[in-house]
């Protein structure tokens, strides 16, 4: 289309292209830390209740004979369901009897017990502090674990509900400035077709390398509210070269403000070193460009123009489902890498590194397949590996473990797809509305994902059938999207209309309105 060739003439990948991608990399990794930042701040240590015999020095000169720590421990806490120590609850008096070697199992279930009135002891030898041990997040009061994860997540879920609107409003650059959470779509409006594919899973790669950079700072920094602090100030780094980044040409442009889309035009393509060209452009040269789109009158960019109009509502019903699907399945599981084993450094590392060649090779798949068999095949390949878990007895920990991340890395890829697919799926005036919306479907998904987990008082496999369930539906719906593969970006709906139309008569591939290409 017209802005199409604009940027082909300043350099759609060029030096500007590259300086852009380095530079929103860069936030979306400390970004990534915040969002997993609750397996390690709020990861929940090895405790027991605090008992007299073991915890109060007075108590344990009065104890009979010479005991170990082992022996009090006997008298004091009774077996847990997993063989060790009750997290829970204790003797209300010490049980002496059951040091006695013939004690049988029905003088232990028959001993009175009691919750943990005095409090509890937590191990520190891994984390010194988390909010867990902090506030006695334990037993009765767990579930308000996974409960201040959704509430923040949907802290989240404002920003995504706010930024859509604003920035098709008053810019990608002003909203982008305060809230890295539009950048995606930023960089798809300044690159090529050819290379817009590319320049997305760069940035989404930025995710998987945040995810090894989580366990790394937290490896070093134990203390929650220091580890909290730690990967927080790189964000004042962040605001302050944000100033220096270009605002999206393409929505100056559409939106009418022409003088000010030719001086980022020419700035870019002196950046690519295309300063002649950029001299040549003027006013009446992006007149003329834009003379097809300044014809047709578009539509209103508001959130009603994304469900009522003919060709958008299915778009933008299903992409809404595919990010919901995303944010419900990954926040669910990934905030939760305790479960998947003891070493909660190491799981998030294998993660972030088995999420790189997932994502690399999504961008291989989306260039040969296409963007929807891709979207609907990462959504169920994941649902099926989480729901293959459910089989999987709870003693085989090794496998458990890896087709639950081989069911996060199709949940990542399903995100690098569904991130390219819904900037090509919606015209430039609504493009930023439509990310707002599916960004608030993802963080209404990962609201409810960490809740689900509750649901495992009443069965143990009752989570992973919800988690798997969601994905593999999901991606069948996805089936319904159309083809977007090496078509470029609409501006308006008349471009989306005019693709559907386009496709329904079977047209010739004469001059049309929208020009395609070969990505």
């Keep these: ?90 003797f209300r008096h010490p049980q002496w009897q059951l040091l006695d070697p013939n004690t049988t199992a029905t003088n232990w279930s028959e001993a009175a017990t009691e919750p943990c009135v005095d409090g509890w002891v937590y191990d520190h030898s891994t984390f010194t502090s988390t909010i867990v041990a902090e506030w006695d997040l334990v037993c009765d009061s767990q579930a308000l674990k996974p409960m201040a994860q959704s509430i923040f997540l949907a802290g989240i879920l404002v920003g995504a509900a706010v930024c859509g609107q604003v920035s098709d409003r008053f810019g990608r650059k002003l909203v982008l400035t305060w809230s890295y959470l539009q950048m995606a779509l930023w960089v798809v409006e300044w690159t090529s077709t050819q290379a817009r594919a590319l320049a997305m899973t760069f940035n989404a790669l930025g995710f998987s390398f945040g995810q090894m950079l989580t366990a790394a700072v937290a490896y070093g920094v134990r203390d929650w509210t220091l580890l909290q602090l730690a990967i927080s100030v790189p964000f004042f780094l962040c605001f302050v070269y944000s100033w220096w980044l270009v605002e999206s040409a393409r929505w100056l442009l559409v939106t009418g403000r022409l003088e000010q889309g030719l001086r980022e035009l020419q700035r870019v393509a ?98 040969r397949l296409g963007r929807r068999p891709v979207q609907a095949g990462s959504l169920v390949l994941a649902g099926l590996c989480i729901l293959a878990n459910t089989l999987v007895p709870h003693d085989m920990g090794s496998l458990r473990s890896a087709l639950a991340m081989l069911g996060l890395c199709g949940v990542g890829a399903s995100f690098t797809c569904i991130s390219i697919y819904t900037g090509e799926l919606f015209p430039t005036v609504l493009r930023m509305t439509a990310l707002g919306l ?26 992973l059938l919800v988690y798997g369930g969601v994905p593999v539906l999901s991606g069948l719906v996805a089936l319904l999207l159309p083809e977007t593969q090496g078509l470029p970006l609409p501006d308006t709906v008349q471009d989306v209309q005019s693709q559907a139309l386009k496709k329904a008569t079977h047209g010739t591939q004469g001059r049309s309105v929208l020009k395609s290409t070969h990505f």
């Design 438 to 463: 599916g960004q608030m479907s993802a963080r209404g998904g990962a609201i409810l994902g960490p809740l689900v987990r509750l649901l495992g008082v009443h069965g143990p496999s009752l989570p």
């Design 1 to 90: 289309m017209a802005f199409s060739e604009l940027l082909d003439q300043v350099g759609s990948l060029g030096r500007f292209q590259l300086l852009q991608t380095v530079a929103l990399v860069v936030p979306i990794m400390w970004l990534t830390t915040h969002n997993m930042l609750e397996n390690f701040s709020a990861a929940v240590p090895s405790h027991r209740c605090w008992a007299p015999l073991l915890d109060n020095s007075t108590a344990q000169a009065n104890a009979p004979g010479a005991l170990g720590p082992e022996a009090l421990l006997a008298v004091s806490i009774p077996p847990g369901p997993k063989h060790g120590p009750h997290q829970c609850r204790r």
């Design 270 to 367: 002196a950046i690519n070193g295309k300063k002649a060209v950029g001299d040549t452009l003027t006013i009446e040269v992006l007149l003329s460009a834009m003379q097809e789109d300044r014809n047709v009158s578009p539509a209103p960019a508001s959130l009603g123009t994304l469900l009522c109009t003919p060709g958008l509502g299915l778009r933008t019903c299903v992409s809404t489902l595919c990010w919901f699907a995303f944010g419900f399945t990954f926040f669910g599981l990934a905030l939760d890498l305790q479960a998947l084993g003891s070493n909660v450094f190491l799981l998030q590392v294998l993660y972030g590194a088995f999420d790189i060649p997932s994502k690399i090779g999504t961008l291989l798949l989306l260039s």
